[in-house]
């Protein structure tokens, strides 16, 4: 009876060397050599939690397309001709950085993969880049949006930024507002909102300046707090402000409630420019000829045949058609590591390599990155019939002219 | 000689813990330091919330304090320093706040340090957004996972440390009163007030450290990253399967848990969600009072069982919490 305490703390001890034991045994099993039959590939993403909504969006369903369009191919293709293929491991990082951190350790050090895919999300994909770094795999971070990405790519030679940054963005924005001010078609009056959080913050510190240097005037710019649904005293803010062009650098929830509420309120502003979520496919669904006129960042060009057959393709396996603006570039990014693999074989660095300087055949057409970043990128969509078309840079192939101003809601 | 002993396998298990980087791999270590995180985090949550029996949900609040305290810092001042400082700040925090609302009871209490957390998120959300203009920080530092690891492990110990002391002191036995019945401890004459707040602000400290020494690993600091309210719930459910009243109980309750919460995003990841809920269900159902709790319960059931048929006679037990006796 009286030692009943302490053997209760000797059992914990017993508990505690139990844990460390396994996992150093689990560690050790799996450095047994076995002779290559498969390729393996690995990814951390987020199946539950805040980031579940975006992964399942942008890069879940696009690593299944991609792993299934291998596996119909007979496997991913090496130098030699021969094909393997691809066993993949899978985890949830639970919306948690540590987790994701975990998971990529995991993936690294215990079952050894051969290729890393990214988690989805900016700060989940600088959490894992020190990591992919140290370990020497090549990191396709598709789904973050960042300014610094030349910075990244000197502290990490093998990270690629395929999204561009806010500074991007928005000067695209302000680029083709400046040009139809001059055009005469608005004024030069804006007014902006943005959400206080990541997304939002990046887009309007870009977009102040870029606004300013564009020779327009900002005369409203506010901030609203992640979770705002009601935006009745902004929207009727920003119709007294004079501005023909209004701009939310908002977030799903507050894209789709703005553009519910713009309805009630008869806002109608010649430019209206709805941040994350007016590229969803089921945006412009719903609306649908409501929709003509919106404009959000991405787009694409509906005369590449070969993106359209991807979403075709997207849908059959999906059941939903892709978003107008990350998807596709994940599923290029995919493209790319394949063919790297198909050039140069297995190893990672001379992968990363190819990636950097290679030319490559992708959904989006003739895809190169300059300083390991996708330039390429469709700043500007615009909803026209039913399609988010690229309408800026308005230099680059297949870009759509913008129709303005947005026709009145009926 | 039973604390001699006891002290000597504490010291043997620390020493082993601490050569753990020398045998694990990367993955090792990172789970190594998930594991001692949250066997942290739930035995500084025990120190506050066992004996008071006042249920926290501000366990992130002082863990996102202590992340965002190095994510600002970490270039101005040597990392023992930036600790400091977030010890500092936590405590601050934690004394405002325990001022403030320790003499709330039962659920406002834990309504309050639910909202805490989003008020404190809010407030740095707030502060960057309209004061420094942007709000992911970025947190590059030189060291590797075993620095992270071993600096965790310390705090470890300190925490069960200062658990075995409080226990054995008569801080210990006026706590124990104040969460039997805090009228009858304060018609006694305790300062019910000042011990709850002194409780809660160790507490804070300690998981605002467990916050600023895990920062360095996610290299990309913003208020949704650090503020997870699930750490909240992890940590609470972990200390309630151990038992949050024994020193032991959470390390108990969060090793398994941990485990299996690891286990089942890599084998079950679509799954996960549905299968923690049930085993919450199940804890809660099951272990209302933790696992140690059970264990004594069952033991002394068995010891009684055997005693009652050599004597043949029946005689009377309490149940449960018998073995629970402070007496050395």
């Not at chain 1, 991609?66 to 899978?90: C, F, I, M, R, S």
């Not at chain 1, 949006?145 to 990244?152: G, Q, S, W």
């Not at chain 2, 040597?78 to 405002?96: D, E, Q």
Request: some cysteine; glycine content about 10%.
């Amino acid at each position: 009876m009286k030692s009943l305490k302490d053997r209760l703390r000797l059992s914990t001890f017993a508990v505690l060397a139990a844990a460390s034991l396994a996992t150093f045994a689990l560690s050790a099993a799996d450095a047994a050599a076995e002779e290559r039959k498969s390729i393996k590939i690995g990814y951390a993403v987020s199946k539950t939690g805040a980031n579940a909504g975006g992964a399942a969006m942008t890069t879940i369903p696009n690593y299944k397309l991609w792993l299934a369009d291998v596996a119909a191919n007979g496997g991913l293709e090496l130098p030699d001709g021969t094909k393997l293929p691809v066993e993949v491991v899978e985890y949830d990082d639970r919306s948690s950085a540590e987790e994701v951190v975990r998971a990529v350790e995991r993936l690294a050090g215990q079952d050894k993969v051969d290729f890393i895919l990214p988690p989805w999300g900016t700060g989940f994909n600088l959490a894992v880049a020190p990591l992919f770094d140290r370990y020497g795999y090549p990191q396709l971070a598709v789904s973050s949006v960042t300014d610094k990405a030349p910075d990244f790519v000197k502290r990490w030679p093998k990270s690629y930024w395929f999204l561009g940054g806010g500074r991007d963005y928005a000067g695209a924005l302000a680029k083709m507002a400046a040009a139809q001010t001059e055009a005469g078609v608005i004024n030069s009056k804006v007014a902006m909102i943005s959400v206080a959080d990541g997304f939002g913050i990046d887009l309007v510190n870009a977009a102040r300046p870029a606004m300013k240097e564009a020779g327009l005037e900002v005369v409203m710019d506010r901030t609203y707090p992640v979770g705002t649904q009601d935006f009745t005293t902004l929207l009727k803010e920003a119709a007294s402000s004079g501005a023909d062009t209004f701009v939310a650098f908002s977030y799903p929830p507050d894209t789709f409630a703005l553009t519910q509420q713009s309805q009630v309120q008869a806002f109608n502003p010649k430019v209206l420019y709805l941040g994350v979520g007016a590229g969803f496919p089921t945006y412009g669904r719903n609306l649908g000829p409501k929709a003509d006129g919106i404009m959000t960042l991405g787009g694409i060009d509906i005369k590449n045949e070969r993106n359209m057959a991807y979403r075709e393709r997207h849908k059959a396996l999906n059941g939903e058609y892709p978003d107008l603006w990350g998807s596709v570039i994940t599923y290029a990014s995919l493209q790319m590591l394949a063919d790297s693999i198909k050039r140069v074989g297995l190893d990672r660095e001379a992968v990363a390599k190819e990636l950097s300087t290679g030319t490559f055949d992708t959904v989006l057409g003739e895809t190169k990155l300059e300083d390991n970043q996708l330039r390429q990128l469709w700043l500007l969509g615009q909803w026209q019939d039913g399609n988010l078309v690229g309408v800026e840079p308005a230099d680059r192939p297949g870009a759509s002219k913008p129709v303005l101003p947005k026709k009145a809601w009926q | 000689m039973k604390t001699i002993l006891g002290l000597a396998a504490a010291a043997i298990a620390f020493a082993g813990l601490a050569a753990a980087p020398l045998y694990l791999g990367t993955y090792g270590i990172g789970l190594m330091i998930g594991l001692i995180g949250y066997v942290t985090l739930a035995s500084a949550w025990a120190l506050f919330s066992g004996p008071t029996r006042f249920v926290s949900l501000a366990t992130v609040a002082f863990f996102g304090i202590g992340a965002y305290t190095v994510s600002a810092f970490y270039e101005s001042f040597p990392p023992l320093m930036v600790l400091g400082l977030a010890a500092l700040i936590g405590l601050g925090v934690s004394l405002l706040v325990g001022l403030a609302t320790l003499r709330l009871a039962g659920v406002y209490f834990v309504i309050f340090t639910f909202g805490l957390a989003e008020l404190i998120r809010q407030l740095v959300t707030w502060y960057e957004v309209n004061i420094t203009g942007t709000l992911g920080r970025y947190l590059f530092v030189s060291y590797g996972p075993e620095v992270v690891y071993w600096q965790l492990l310390v705090l470890c110990a300190v925490t069960f440390g200062i658990g075995y002391l409080i226990q054995r002191s008569r801080l210990g036995l006026a706590l124990k009163m104040i969460g039997d019945d805090e009228v009858v401890a304060e018609h006694c004459g305790l300062p019910t007030a000042r011990v709850k707040l002194a409780l809660f602000a160790l507490s804070s400290v300690i998981i605002t450290l467990v916050g600023a020494i895990q920062a360095p690993r996610w290299t990309y600091i913003e208020p949704t990253i650090v503020f997870n309210p699930t750490i909240s719930f992890l940590t609470l459910i972990m200390a309630l399967l151990g038992g949050a009243t024994r020193l032991w109980g959470p390390a108990v309750g969060a090793v398994p848990l941990f485990l299996l919460f690891e286990w089942l995003s890599a084998n079950f990841p679509d799954h996960y969600s549905i299968i923690l809920g049930l085993l919450f269900m199940a804890i809660v159902f099951v272990l209302p009072r933790g696992v140690l709790d059970f264990l004594e319960g069952l033991t002394a059931r068995m010891k009684s069982e055997r005693s009652r048929q050599a004597a043949g006679t029946a005689p009377e037990h309490g149940k449960g919490r018998l073995a629970e006796g402070e007496a050395k």
